[in-house]
């Protein structure tokens, strides 16, 4: 019997060819590392249950409660050519992660197209988290830490810095996605109800459904 969650969120990775989304989502749904990935052609799928806080007071000891969510997250290839394709993908998602690479000043300079489409095509409750990826790559940086936090801010967005190589922050960046959104439905700022949100009841309620898994690949060398 597959373990029980209480609701499960859509996810979806955004941003330019070669900033290591794919690796993101394989360190964080399967704790691996590839220095050679099949190029995305498309979408690729991956799922995750995570623990989430119930609020951020501090626990009291045996007592604390930590509800499960599951993941559903797809990562868009980043080719233009697949634009038309992965924009049907925005819809729907409760929260996005938006990837640049460090090293590679060309990927953040294409944060404010990807970020144009991204708001064009999410639902307005979405929350979005800014992704520096390649830390461990420090030597190599193109794009001071500094420069994401300004970015993130000016629009409103969470910001982290992540390696999909040495698993740094991986976790952390999908779970602070996931935490907001759980903040959300606490809140009554999101409908659970409202699949048009990117959340389905859990696995035990009525109605539940699994998306299946869509990906075709290709072969190439990436670095993540």
């Not at 991956?46 to 509800?67: H, S, V």
């Not at 144009?116 to 830490?145: M, Y």
Request: charged share 25%; net charge negative.
């Amino acid at each position: 019997m597959s373990e029980g969650y209480k609701y499960l969120f859509k996810f979806i990775i955004i941003g330019d060819t070669g900033v290591g989304k794919s690796c993101l989502l394989l360190q964080f749904t399967e704790q691996q590392f590839t220095h050679t990935h099949e190029l995305t052609i498309g979408v690729e799928f991956g799922a995750k249950l995570l623990e989430l806080k119930e609020n951020e007071a501090p626990a009291i000891e045996g007592n604390e409660t930590k509800p499960k969510v599951k993941l559903q997250i797809w990562d868009t290839a980043g080719q233009e050519s697949f634009r038309s394709i992965t924009r049907s993908y925005y819809r729907g998602a409760a929260g996005a992660l938006l990837v640049y690479d460090i090293t590679r000043a060309d990927t953040f300079k294409n944060l404010s197209k990807w970020l144009e489409d991204a708001r064009q095509h999410l639902n307005k409750n979405s929350t979005i988290i800014l992704v520096g990826n390649k830390c461990d790559l420090d030597a190599k940086r193109a794009v001071a830490k500094e420069e994401g936090k300004e970015f993130a801010d000016a629009n409103g967005l969470l910001y982290i810095e992540t390696s999909s190589k040495t698993s740094d922050n991986v976790n952390k960046a999908f779970t602070m996605v996931a935490q907001e959104i759980y903040r959300k439905i606490r809140n009554n700022e999101i409908d659970p109800n409202d699949e048009s949100n990117g959340i389905k009841l859990g696995s035990s309620q009525p109605g539940h459904i699994s998306l299946p898994r869509d990906s075709h690949e290709e072969q190439s060398s990436c670095s993540c």
